[in-house]
């Protein structure tokens, strides 16, 4: 470092600037860490002034003096609350949209339903091969049904559609029982089975067809007879072919159909192969002016009458 030349006038003032700048600076450190001048004592408190409530005597300075610690005031932990610190809340940049993408459908794919496949149903410890008559028509009397099958019983009964008959047994593989009248008056289809009254044992079901009756094809269309004299001929329409047919008491028709019985209100007939009573009305629609029954029968003159 290259010292200062006192010899030189500007050197020597720049000397003399320098030091009284760091004795101002002395001056100014000075005074603001220690001060200037003395503090007073502080006089000693007298032993007559009295001590305020609730404050400590102080010690006179220079004595040494043992300092009671405050009382610690016990906590009340009623008053004691939770801290609430709010959430600081973050702004989140809104999502920036793609303006070519779009919601799609999702596309369900059906589910193939399962169908449990059904326990099947144990055959029945009896057999019922078959029934005799398969076939037969309302309106008929009563008959005896005879049943076929195997592992029949003593106890077993035969059931016509659901109903107990009088039944006998034959055998293991054959029984019977009486049919009644009343059970086949209707038309239809009968179902037959044999079990034992608390169905413990029973058979499987066969069918019987209880077909409708053949009827007369003939319209009863009037009766030849005067006021006092009911004849015993009837006028008959075949339902065929329009044709007006005479008949009288026990004058079969269509080869089974027997008259039984003619009045001016209906005509009976007899079915002669199934013993079925069919009783035909007057059909007083199919009555024309000058049919045979508005005419009266002509008077045969006898023939000793006089002329």
Do not use: C
Request: aromatic share 6%; no cysteine.
């Amino acid at each position: 470092m290259e010292l200062a030349d006192l010899s030189k006038p500007g050197e020597k003032k720049k000397l003399i600037g320098a030091g009284v700048l760091g004795l101002v600076a002395i001056i100014f450190l000075w005074w603001t860490f220690i001060g200037f001048g003395s503090s007073k004592p502080t006089p000693a408190p007298s032993s007559q002034s009295q001590t305020r409530v609730g404050q400590r005597p102080q010690a006179a300075p220079g004595s040494r003096q043992t300092q009671t610690p405050d009382p610690v005031e016990p906590i009340n932990y009623d008053n004691l609350k939770d801290v609430i610190i709010p959430a600081a809340l973050t702004g989140v940049p809104e999502a920036r949209r793609n303006i070519f993408a779009f919601y799609e459908k999702p596309v369900q794919v059906p589910v193939a339903s399962v169908t449990p496949t059904p326990t099947p149903t144990p055959p029945p410890p009896v057999l019922l091969a078959s029934v005799s008559p398969s076939n037969v028509y309302a309106k008929t009397a009563d008959f005896t049904l005879e049943v076929s099958g195997d592992k029949f019983t003593p106890e077993m009964r035969v059931f016509f559609d659901g109903r107990e008959l009088p039944s006998k047994y034959k055998g293991p593989q054959q029984m019977s029982a009486q049919v009644t009248a009343p059970l086949i008056a209707n038309p239809g289809l009968r179902q037959i089975v044999v079990r034992t009254p608390d169905n413990r044992a029973y058979s499987n079901q066969v069918g019987m067809s209880v077909a409708p009756p053949p009827t007369p094809n003939y319209t009863y269309v009037g009766i030849l007879g005067t006021k006092h004299y009911v004849g015993d001929t009837a006028l008959l329409q075949d339902k065929n072919n329009k044709e007006i047919l005479s008949v009288q008491r026990g004058d079969v028709l269509s080869g089974r159909f027997r008259v039984a019985s003619i009045s001016e209100k209906e005509i009976v007939f007899l079915d002669t192969n199934l013993k079925i009573n069919h009783r035909l009305n007057m059909a007083e629609g199919e009555r024309l002016p000058g049919s045979p029954q508005s005419r009266p029968t002509p008077r045969v003159d006898a023939e000793d009458d006089e002329p």
